[in-house]
Protein backbone atom coordinates (compact mmCIF):
# COMPACT_ATOMS: atom_id res chain seq x y z
CA UNK A 1 0.00 0.00 0.00
CA UNK A 2 1.60 2.87 -1.02
CA UNK A 3 1.78 6.14 1.68
CA UNK A 4 1.20 9.42 2.55
CA UNK A 5 3.25 10.67 5.31
CA UNK A 6 2.46 13.64 7.33
CA UNK A 7 5.88 15.37 8.17
CA UNK A 8 5.29 18.17 11.24
CA UNK A 9 8.42 19.48 13.04
CA UNK A 10 5.84 22.36 14.57
CA UNK A 11 2.18 21.40 16.10
CA UNK A 12 0.70 17.92 16.78
CA UNK A 13 0.59 15.57 13.64
CA UNK A 14 -2.68 13.25 15.21
CA UNK A 15 -5.48 15.71 14.25
CA UNK A 16 -3.77 15.56 10.45
CA UNK A 17 -3.40 12.10 10.77
CA UNK A 18 -6.92 11.30 11.68
CA UNK A 19 -8.14 13.43 8.77
CA UNK A 20 -6.16 12.17 6.02
CA UNK A 21 -6.76 8.49 7.72
CA UNK A 22 -10.21 9.58 6.90
CA UNK A 23 -10.34 11.26 3.75
CA UNK A 24 -7.52 8.81 1.75
CA UNK A 25 -8.33 5.89 2.77
CA UNK A 26 -6.28 3.83 0.08
CA UNK A 27 -3.12 5.22 1.56
CA UNK A 28 -1.74 4.30 4.58
CA UNK A 29 -1.15 7.69 6.51
CA UNK A 30 1.79 7.48 8.58
CA UNK A 31 3.90 10.24 10.74
CA UNK A 32 7.71 10.84 11.01
CA UNK A 33 9.55 8.45 12.72
CA UNK A 34 6.86 5.68 11.96
CA UNK A 35 8.63 2.61 10.84
CA UNK A 36 7.88 3.13 7.17
CA UNK A 37 9.00 1.75 4.10
CA UNK A 38 10.84 4.64 1.99
CA UNK A 39 9.61 3.13 -1.36
CA UNK A 40 6.13 3.49 -0.70
CA UNK A 41 6.02 7.29 0.35
CA UNK A 42 4.18 8.68 -2.25
CA UNK A 43 3.06 12.21 -0.80
CA UNK A 44 4.54 14.22 1.99
CA UNK A 45 2.27 16.76 3.75
CA UNK A 46 5.22 19.17 5.74
CA UNK A 47 4.79 21.99 7.90
CA UNK A 48 8.58 22.79 9.35
CA UNK A 49 9.92 19.46 8.56
CA UNK A 50 13.33 18.69 9.82
CA UNK A 51 15.90 19.34 6.90
CA UNK A 52 16.70 16.47 5.02
CA UNK A 53 13.90 14.02 6.56
CA UNK A 54 12.10 13.85 2.66
CA UNK A 55 15.18 12.98 1.51
CA UNK A 56 15.35 9.37 0.97
CA UNK A 57 11.72 8.58 -0.12
CA UNK A 58 12.74 7.45 -4.37
CA UNK A 59 8.67 7.40 -5.34
CA UNK A 60 7.76 10.65 -3.33
CA UNK A 61 5.58 12.07 -6.18
CA UNK A 62 4.36 15.49 -4.69
CA UNK A 63 4.85 17.54 -1.16
CA UNK A 64 2.48 19.65 0.06
CA UNK A 65 2.34 22.51 2.38
CA UNK A 66 0.23 22.67 5.20
CA UNK A 67 -0.14 26.41 4.78
CA UNK A 68 -0.02 29.05 2.38
CA UNK A 69 3.51 30.09 2.94
CA UNK A 70 6.12 27.66 2.05
CA UNK A 71 9.52 29.03 3.37
CA UNK A 72 9.55 27.02 6.04
CA UNK A 73 10.21 24.47 2.94
CA UNK A 74 13.06 25.79 1.28
CA UNK A 75 14.92 25.94 4.78
CA UNK A 76 15.65 21.95 3.54
CA UNK A 77 18.74 22.03 1.46
CA UNK A 78 17.54 18.39 0.48
CA UNK A 79 14.27 19.35 -0.31
CA UNK A 80 13.03 16.61 -2.94
CA UNK A 81 12.80 17.74 -6.64
CA UNK A 82 9.29 16.81 -7.10
CA UNK A 83 6.19 19.20 -7.60
CA UNK A 84 5.23 20.71 -4.64
CA UNK A 85 2.14 22.60 -4.06
CA UNK A 86 0.62 25.04 -1.07
CA UNK A 87 -2.60 25.61 0.36
CA UNK A 88 -4.77 28.29 -1.51
CA UNK A 89 -8.17 28.30 0.22
CA UNK A 90 -11.47 30.73 0.35
CA UNK A 91 -11.73 30.51 4.29
CA UNK A 92 -7.74 31.20 4.80
CA UNK A 93 -8.25 34.14 2.19
CA UNK A 94 -11.19 35.58 3.99
CA UNK A 95 -9.64 35.69 7.62
CA UNK A 96 -6.72 37.30 6.05
CA UNK A 97 -8.99 40.27 4.36
CA UNK A 98 -10.95 40.16 7.97
CA UNK A 99 -7.80 40.85 9.53
CA UNK A 100 -6.57 43.60 7.31
CA UNK A 101 -9.72 44.99 7.12
CA UNK A 102 -10.30 45.21 11.07
CA UNK A 103 -6.67 46.73 11.45
CA UNK A 104 -6.67 48.99 8.43
CA UNK A 105 -10.37 50.40 9.77
CA UNK A 106 -8.60 50.86 13.04
CA UNK A 107 -5.97 52.89 12.24
CA UNK A 108 -8.26 55.03 10.33
CA UNK A 109 -10.67 55.18 13.28
CA UNK A 110 -8.01 55.61 15.68
CA UNK A 111 -8.94 53.02 17.70
CA UNK A 112 -5.77 53.13 20.25
CA UNK A 113 -6.28 56.56 20.66
CA UNK A 114 -9.77 56.32 22.06
CA UNK A 115 -9.19 53.18 24.36
CA UNK A 116 -6.16 55.22 25.68
CA UNK A 117 -8.57 58.22 26.46
CA UNK A 118 -11.10 55.76 27.61
CA UNK A 119 -9.08 54.15 30.47
CA UNK A 120 -8.22 57.67 31.94
CA UNK A 121 -12.48 58.96 31.47
CA UNK A 122 -11.10 61.85 28.92
CA UNK A 123 -13.65 63.04 26.56
CA UNK A 124 -11.68 65.63 24.05
CA UNK A 125 -13.80 67.48 21.33
CA UNK A 126 -10.87 66.94 18.68
CA UNK A 127 -12.73 64.19 16.47
CA UNK A 128 -12.01 64.83 13.10
CA UNK A 129 -11.18 62.00 11.05
CA UNK A 130 -10.13 61.68 7.71
CA UNK A 131 -12.50 59.64 5.19
CA UNK A 132 -11.39 56.02 3.85
CA UNK A 133 -10.99 57.53 0.35
CA UNK A 134 -8.38 59.71 1.58
CA UNK A 135 -6.45 57.25 3.11
CA UNK A 136 -4.08 55.34 0.80
CA UNK A 137 -3.50 51.89 1.49
CA UNK A 138 -0.44 50.32 -0.50
CA UNK A 139 -0.35 46.21 -0.52
CA UNK A 140 2.52 44.77 -0.85
CA UNK A 141 2.15 41.43 -2.53
CA UNK A 142 -0.60 41.23 -5.08
CA UNK A 143 -1.15 37.22 -5.24
CA UNK A 144 -4.39 35.50 -3.83
CA UNK A 145 -4.08 37.58 -0.21
CA UNK A 146 -3.39 40.89 -1.34
CA UNK A 147 -5.16 40.84 -4.20
CA UNK A 148 -8.23 39.89 -2.25
CA UNK A 149 -7.58 42.01 0.55
CA UNK A 150 -7.36 44.77 -2.27
CA UNK A 151 -10.67 44.60 -3.18
CA UNK A 152 -12.31 44.44 0.46
CA UNK A 153 -10.49 47.44 1.21
CA UNK A 154 -11.87 48.82 -1.82
CA UNK A 155 -15.28 48.61 -1.44
CA UNK A 156 -15.04 49.96 2.21
CA UNK A 157 -13.72 53.10 0.39
CA UNK A 158 -9.91 53.33 1.19
CA UNK A 159 -7.38 54.15 -1.81
CA UNK A 160 -5.73 51.16 -2.94
CA UNK A 161 -2.76 50.29 -4.77
CA UNK A 162 -0.40 47.47 -4.81
CA UNK A 163 3.12 46.21 -5.61
CA UNK A 164 4.07 42.46 -7.20
CA UNK A 165 6.85 41.32 -8.37
CA UNK A 166 5.46 41.16 -12.26
CA UNK A 167 3.23 43.93 -13.36
CA UNK A 168 -0.45 43.20 -13.07
CA UNK A 169 -3.82 45.12 -13.64
CA UNK A 170 -6.51 44.75 -11.55
CA UNK A 171 -9.60 46.98 -12.19
CA UNK A 172 -9.83 49.95 -9.78
CA UNK A 173 -6.48 49.20 -8.34
CA UNK A 174 -3.05 50.83 -9.69
CA UNK A 175 -0.05 48.47 -9.41
CA UNK A 176 2.70 49.24 -9.62
CA UNK A 177 5.84 45.88 -9.83
CA UNK A 178 9.54 45.25 -8.83
CA UNK A 179 11.95 47.32 -7.55
CA UNK A 180 11.77 50.19 -9.86
CA UNK A 181 8.45 50.93 -8.66
CA UNK A 182 8.67 50.35 -5.25
CA UNK A 183 9.82 54.09 -4.75
CA UNK A 184 6.37 55.35 -6.32
CA UNK A 185 4.16 53.08 -4.90
CA UNK A 186 5.57 54.04 -1.32
CA UNK A 187 5.38 57.39 -1.45
CA UNK A 188 1.83 57.03 -2.04
CA UNK A 189 1.05 54.82 0.97
CA UNK A 190 -0.27 55.98 4.23
CA UNK A 191 -1.15 52.29 5.46
CA UNK A 192 1.39 49.61 4.87
CA UNK A 193 0.10 46.32 4.08
CA UNK A 194 2.94 43.50 3.30
CA UNK A 195 1.18 40.05 2.54
CA UNK A 196 4.85 39.06 0.42
CA UNK A 197 6.21 35.11 0.90
CA UNK A 198 9.56 35.16 2.74
CA UNK A 199 12.05 34.42 0.08
CA UNK A 200 15.94 35.53 -0.66
CA UNK A 201 14.67 38.79 -2.40
CA UNK A 202 11.95 39.64 0.23
CA UNK A 203 14.06 38.33 3.69
CA UNK A 204 14.14 41.84 5.49
CA UNK A 205 12.68 44.40 2.86
CA UNK A 206 10.45 46.51 5.58
CA UNK A 207 13.64 48.00 6.82
CA UNK A 208 14.59 51.58 7.98
CA UNK A 209 14.84 52.66 4.14
CA UNK A 210 11.69 51.53 2.93
CA UNK A 211 9.51 53.05 5.80
CA UNK A 212 11.22 56.02 5.21
CA UNK A 213 10.08 56.00 1.84
CA UNK A 214 6.32 56.13 3.16
CA UNK A 215 3.51 59.00 1.72
CA UNK A 216 5.07 62.17 4.13
CA UNK A 217 1.69 63.85 2.63
CA UNK A 218 -1.13 62.36 4.13
CA UNK A 219 -4.28 62.96 6.07
CA UNK A 220 -2.65 60.80 8.79
CA UNK A 221 -0.60 61.53 11.46
CA UNK A 222 2.31 59.18 10.00
CA UNK A 223 2.14 56.41 7.89
CA UNK A 224 1.37 52.79 9.64
CA UNK A 225 2.19 49.31 8.88
CA UNK A 226 0.28 45.85 9.07
CA UNK A 227 2.97 42.98 8.70
CA UNK A 228 0.52 39.73 8.33
CA UNK A 229 3.34 38.15 5.65
CA UNK A 230 6.58 36.56 7.30
CA UNK A 231 8.39 38.13 10.25
CA UNK A 232 11.72 37.30 8.11
CA UNK A 233 10.36 40.12 5.91
CA UNK A 234 10.54 43.06 9.20
CA UNK A 235 13.78 44.38 10.89
CA UNK A 236 12.34 45.15 14.15
CA UNK A 237 15.19 47.01 15.76
CA UNK A 238 14.23 49.59 12.15
CA UNK A 239 10.63 49.03 13.24
CA UNK A 240 11.08 50.38 16.48
CA UNK A 241 13.38 53.04 15.80
CA UNK A 242 10.87 54.36 12.92
CA UNK A 243 7.98 54.11 15.65
CA UNK A 244 9.91 56.77 18.19
CA UNK A 245 11.35 58.96 15.40
CA UNK A 246 7.88 59.43 13.99
CA UNK A 247 8.58 57.94 10.78
CA UNK A 248 5.79 55.71 11.92
CA UNK A 249 3.06 55.71 13.79
CA UNK A 250 1.48 52.66 14.22
CA UNK A 251 2.97 48.76 13.74
CA UNK A 252 0.47 46.02 13.20
CA UNK A 253 2.76 43.00 13.53
CA UNK A 254 1.43 39.09 13.04
CA UNK A 255 4.45 37.38 12.37
CA UNK A 256 8.37 38.18 13.96
CA UNK A 257 11.56 37.51 12.92
CA UNK A 258 11.42 34.56 15.90
CA UNK A 259 8.39 32.81 17.02
CA UNK A 260 7.29 32.87 19.55
CA UNK A 261 7.90 36.48 20.30
CA UNK A 262 10.72 36.75 22.73
CA UNK A 263 9.34 38.10 26.01
CA UNK A 264 12.15 40.14 26.22
CA UNK A 265 11.05 42.11 23.03
CA UNK A 266 10.26 45.95 23.15
CA UNK A 267 7.45 45.30 21.15
CA UNK A 268 5.30 43.99 23.53
CA UNK A 269 5.00 47.11 25.57
CA UNK A 270 5.68 49.55 22.97
CA UNK A 271 2.41 52.17 22.69
CA UNK A 272 1.71 52.31 19.51
CA UNK A 273 2.25 48.31 18.55
CA UNK A 274 -0.37 45.63 17.91
CA UNK A 275 1.16 42.18 18.49
CA UNK A 276 -1.08 39.07 17.37
CA UNK A 277 0.65 35.64 17.60
CA UNK A 278 0.38 34.35 14.24
CA UNK A 279 -3.20 33.86 13.89
CA UNK A 280 -3.79 36.69 11.48
CA UNK A 281 -5.18 33.61 9.33
CA UNK A 282 -5.45 30.21 10.58
CA UNK A 283 -7.61 28.06 8.63
CA UNK A 284 -9.62 25.03 9.23
CA UNK A 285 -7.36 21.98 9.27
CA UNK A 286 -9.98 19.95 8.33
CA UNK A 287 -10.77 22.07 4.89
CA UNK A 288 -7.47 22.15 4.74
CA UNK A 289 -6.56 18.42 5.10
CA UNK A 290 -10.04 18.24 2.14
CA UNK A 291 -8.02 20.67 0.17
CA UNK A 292 -4.98 18.23 0.05
CA UNK A 293 -6.44 15.19 -0.30
CA UNK A 294 -8.02 16.80 -3.64
CA UNK A 295 -4.62 17.60 -4.45
CA UNK A 296 -3.60 13.94 -4.25
CA UNK A 297 -6.92 12.65 -6.22
CA UNK A 298 -5.56 15.13 -9.18
CA UNK A 299 -2.71 13.91 -8.80
CA UNK A 300 -3.55 9.93 -9.09
CA UNK A 301 -5.58 10.74 -11.92
CA UNK A 302 -2.66 11.92 -13.55
CA UNK A 303 -4.00 16.17 -13.36
CA UNK A 304 -1.26 18.67 -13.06
CA UNK A 305 -1.23 20.19 -9.12
CA UNK A 306 -3.20 23.10 -8.27
CA UNK A 307 -1.16 25.98 -6.48
CA UNK A 308 1.96 24.62 -7.46
CA UNK A 309 5.18 26.47 -6.03
CA UNK A 310 7.87 28.10 -8.15
CA UNK A 311 11.61 26.23 -7.15
CA UNK A 312 13.49 29.03 -8.99
CA UNK A 313 11.30 31.51 -7.32
CA UNK A 314 10.99 30.26 -4.11
CA UNK A 315 6.90 30.74 -3.41
P1 LIG B 1 0.93 34.39 -3.39
O1 LIG B 1 2.07 33.53 -3.84
O2 LIG B 1 -0.40 34.20 -4.03
O3 LIG B 1 1.33 35.94 -3.57
C1 LIG B 1 2.60 36.43 -3.29
C2 LIG B 1 2.68 37.83 -3.84
O4 LIG B 1 3.95 38.39 -3.46
C3 LIG B 1 2.62 37.88 -5.38
O5 LIG B 1 1.88 39.01 -5.79
C4 LIG B 1 4.09 38.05 -5.77
O6 LIG B 1 4.29 38.71 -7.00
C5 LIG B 1 4.59 38.90 -4.63
N1 LIG B 1 6.03 38.82 -4.50
C6 LIG B 1 6.80 37.73 -4.24
N2 LIG B 1 8.11 38.06 -4.26
C7 LIG B 1 8.16 39.37 -4.55
C8 LIG B 1 9.22 40.29 -4.74
N3 LIG B 1 10.52 39.92 -4.62
N4 LIG B 1 8.91 41.57 -5.03
C9 LIG B 1 7.63 41.95 -5.17
N5 LIG B 1 6.57 41.12 -5.02
C10 LIG B 1 6.84 39.86 -4.70
O7 LIG B 1 0.84 34.21 -1.82
P2 LIG B 1 -0.43 34.43 -0.88
O8 LIG B 1 -1.06 35.72 -1.21
O9 LIG B 1 -1.28 33.21 -0.86
O10 LIG B 1 0.29 34.49 0.56
C11 LIG B 1 1.25 35.48 0.84
C12 LIG B 1 1.97 35.16 2.13
O11 LIG B 1 1.12 35.38 3.25
C13 LIG B 1 2.42 33.71 2.32
O12 LIG B 1 3.60 33.45 1.59
C14 LIG B 1 2.63 33.62 3.80
O13 LIG B 1 3.96 33.97 4.12
C15 LIG B 1 1.68 34.69 4.36
N6 LIG B 1 0.59 34.10 5.17
C16 LIG B 1 0.47 34.49 6.47
C17 LIG B 1 -0.54 33.98 7.25
C18 LIG B 1 -0.74 34.45 8.64
O14 LIG B 1 -1.59 33.92 9.35
N7 LIG B 1 -0.01 35.45 9.09
C19 LIG B 1 -1.51 33.01 6.71
C20 LIG B 1 -1.29 32.69 5.33
C21 LIG B 1 -0.27 33.21 4.59
P3 LIG B 1 3.74 38.07 -8.38
O15 LIG B 1 2.25 38.23 -8.31
O16 LIG B 1 4.36 38.91 -9.42
O17 LIG B 1 4.18 36.64 -8.37
C1 LIG C 1 0.42 30.03 6.35
C2 LIG C 1 0.42 30.54 7.73
O1 LIG C 1 1.41 30.20 5.64
O2 LIG C 1 -0.50 30.16 8.50
O3 LIG C 1 -0.60 29.42 5.94
O4 LIG C 1 1.28 31.35 8.08
Known sequence: MASFLVAMGSGDPAPWIKNFRGLLPDFDIVSLGDAVDPLSVRYVMTWYHPPGSLSHFPNLKAIFSLGAGVDHMFRDPHLPNVPMARVVDPDLTNRMSEYVMLHTLSILRQTRRYRTQ?????????????????????????????????????????????????????????????????????????????????????????????????????????PSLINAGRGGLQKEADILACLDDGTLHEAVLDVFETEPLSRDSALWLHPRVTITPHNASVSDPLEVSRAIAAQVQRAERGEALLHVVHYEQGY
Request: hydrophobic share 45%.
Open 118 to 222: QAERLWLDDDWQPAAQDVRVGIMGMGVLGTDAAHKLKSIGFDVAGWSKSPKQIKSVPTYAGPDELAAFLARTDILVTLLPLTPETRGIINTNLLKGLARDGRVAA
